[in-house]
């Protein structure tokens, strides 16, 4: 790929820009890779290519297939993973870091097309309970999540060029709508290499993916009111794009997730004999040199007790030491280098300014340091900083300025609102961290500080042999946080993809929000059943399907003989004597024999589609009921899930049925939700 100008996908086509101007540097030799541009593109023309062709494919699918398309393209790239990792070193990444990148971004890609499972087999879904609106119950409303007939419009960072594609791609991609990422200038060519990858594979329908490498100047004009912008970069940047008049004029959602002043509090009991001493220095270490400290999750401020300030002093310098730097195709390495030599005047730039007020203690500005198998002038080689802050409330620098790179500061805390205070002096970030044993301390530090950071970790000697780590953003989790974070959240499993989505109040009869939602809705009308449902199979059965079961008069032996059986002989069942002061007028039918007297009336004995009983949800018992009292039970189907057939075991879906126990007046005692297994019909009997 050396000096060769890179093309941008757009319009389904490979394109070389019209005047490619942006060098594209090896970080650690200093050579050119390749030469990027967008000139020639035209964003309009991409999006509408993206509206009208990539989203209406990806629209029409379920989320079902969705899933499963995802899951076919992470399959696919975790078999070719190995090829992205020697252009990755051309970053300056490390092997670790290129494994953060690479296979964290595939990771992504696995654990959000599981959610497909959480979604009904069908392209939109059904949020949340139904809301009654009416007296006699015969005007409902509900809420419905649709795709957006729009674009995703990703403005990437160059730390993590694979990683920050695909994190973002997935969720909008299983919501149903297609993407266009604009990847950072300077590491575009490995996002360049994957996407070539994707675009081969034949995966995704067409529109679902379109790619530029270049300059982005004007890319939120063409913008309306159905696309999605998310930023991933510098604040004052993002806070520029969020301002733009297009994003303000159509109240386009922009996600903006910004670099941002994350700390890590050692907590009160820690002494240096704590497990929880070595592994506070271990996580500030890492975050410290992973990535060459080039992580809008990296750990900026170290806050510890005024009497841990040296030993935490003393312990990192001793682990930085022995970081060596160099060349990431040594296996020796922990450290490779900045992005590129513009980002080394960056972080000195702000270095500086830090100076100002607090003094280095590790490393030292404009130092080089020996490197393996590269020369330091060559590449974009930067060596650790620490610097201690002997007055944080009043020296508070640290707390508005960021350098990019493997670049930390102590501070010192008495008391743990202190050390509270002091973690929110950074104006919101992605992530804090506290490391303790006394959970007390762990639950007032999360408690105070939650409302200033997207997620907090704690971490202590029980959690630390399976932790992720500070600074690692989970796919099930809200990647985001308040403030000079960007106010923004991605990922976070089902909330992400409602991101894609666009929540719709439906109104109307219960029979007329059943037919839409494919949901039983209370109070919607009976379909009587001519067959029992349990003698259908999953496609034969109709939601409103409704059994109409023989009745049952309780009696003082069924009581007897229920709490015989199962053991429960509480006061209210078995000792009519024991009754005064409580609610009840009388001796008490057990409420599970009131359940499983149901069960008996409704359920066909017979062989057939019905696999198995597969669980109980919202069983409620709601009127007492006494000897003498008649039962009957309204068994109606209520909701159908579409399962993906397993190999060795029989096509089949799940089935929600209605249980409605009523009694000779009418009026329901116990109402719940049973779940069976039934069979296709290409299974047979």
């Known amino acids: 790929m050396s000096n060769s100008i890179l093309p941008n996908y757009a319009l389904g086509e490979w394109i070389k820009p019209l005047n490619a101007n942006i060098e594209q540097k090896d970080a650690i030799t200093g050579e050119i890779i390749s030469i990027a541009g967008s000139e ?293 390495v922990r450290m490779g280098a900045l992005v590129s030599k513009e980002q080394v005047e960056e972080v000195n730039k702000q270095v500086k300014k830090l100076m100002e007020e607090q003094e280095i203690v590790y490393g030292a500005y404009g130092k080089s340091a020996d490197v393996i198998d590269a020369q330091w002038d060559n590449g974009a080689f930067y060596s650790p900083i620490l610097f201690y802050n002997d007055n944080p409330f009043n020296k508070t620098a640290v707390h508005d300025t960021e350098a990019f790179g493997p670049v930390s500061t102590i501070m010192p805390y008495n008391d743990i609102d202190e050390a509270i205070t002091l973690s929110q002096m950074g104006k919101g970030s992605l992530v804090s961290s506290i490391c303790t044993f006394d959970d007390n301390i762990a639950r007032d530090y999360v408690i105070g500080a939650a409302s200033h950071h997207g997620r907090i970790l704690i971490l202590n000697r029980e959690s630390a042999k399976e932790s992720t780590g500070h600074g690692s953003p989970m796919p099930l989790l809200v990647h985001g946080g308040p403030g000079r974070a960007g106010g923004g959240e991605e990922m976070g499993g089902l909330r992400g993809v409602k991101h894609y989505l666009q929540r719709c109040a439906i109104q109307g009869t219960p029979t007329s929000i059943t037919k839409v939602t494919g949901i039983f809705q209370p109070g919607a009308k009976y379909n009587e059943a001519q067959i029992h449902p349990f003698r259908k199979h999953f496609e034969e059965l109709e939601v409103g399907e409704t059994v109409f079961t023989h009745k049952h008069t309780v009696t003082d032996s069924d009581i007897v003989n229920f709490a015989n059986v199962s053991g429960d002989n509480f006061y209210a069942h078995m000792d009519a004597t024991s009754l005064e002061g409580t609610m009840f007028e009388g001796r008490v039918a057990h409420g599970y024999f009131v359940l499983s007297k149901a069960a008996g009336l409704f359920v066909d004995p017979k062989k057939g589609p019905v696999l198995l009983n597969y669980g109980l949800d919202e069983c409620r018992f709601t009127k007492p009921v006494y000897p003498g009292m008649t039962l009957g039970v309204k068994f109606t189907v209520k909701e159908k899930l579409d399962q993906e057939k397993r190999e060795d075991e029989p096509a089949k879906g799940i089935v929600k049925f209605l249980v409605d126990v009523y009694d000779e007046t009418g009026e329901t005692v116990a109402i719940a939700t049973i779940l069976t297994m039934v069979k296709k019909l290409d299974q047979g009997e």
Request: proline share 5%.
């Open 40 to 332: 020639g593109l035209d964003f309009a023309e991409m999006m509408d290519y993206a509206r009208k062709v990539g989203n209406t494919a990806l629209r029409k699918m379920t989320f079902h297939e969705r899933g499963l398309m995802i899951k076919k393209l992470a399959l696919f790239l975790h078999a070719k993973r190995k090829e992205y990792y020697a252009l990755s070193y051309r970053t300056g990444a490390t092997k670790i870091d290129s494994w953060i990148d690479i296979e964290g971004g595939i990771g992504n890609l696995f654990a959000n097309a599981s959610l497909r499972k959480k979604f009904p087999n069908q392209p939109f879904d059904v949020d949340g309970e139904y809301v009654p609106l009416s007296k006699e119950g015969t005007f409902i409303g509900h809420h419905i999540m649709v795709p957006r007939r729009g674009v995703a419009v990703h403005i990437n960072a160059f730390n993590f060029p694979i990683w920050g594609m695909l994190e973002k791609c997935a969720v909008n991609w299983l919501a149903g709508m297609p993407a266009i990422v604009k990847a950072a200038e300077s590491t575009s060519f490995l996002t360049q290499l994957m996407v070539r990858d994707i675009v081969d594979s034949g995966i995704l329908p067409k529109g679902a993916l379109q790619l530029i490498n270049g300059y982005g100047f004007g890319l939120l004009d063409p913008l309306t009111s159905q696309d999605v912008c998310t930023f991933t970069g510098s604040a004052s940047t993002g806070r520029m794009l969020k301002a733009h008049p297009n994003i303000i004029g159509n109240a386009i959602p922009f996600n903006m997730e910004a670099d941002s002043l994350n700390c890590i509090v050692l907590g009160k009991d820690v002494i240096t004999d704590s497990p929880e001493f070595d592994l506070f220095v271990k996580e500030v270490h890492r975050e410290m040199t992973v990535k060459c400290g080039q992580k809008c999750t990296a750990i900026r401020r170290i806050i510890v007790p005024q009497n841990m300030v040296n030993p935490v002093q003393e312990a990192l310098a001793k682990r930085l030491d022995r970081t060596t730097i160099g060349s990431p195709n040594n296996k020796e």
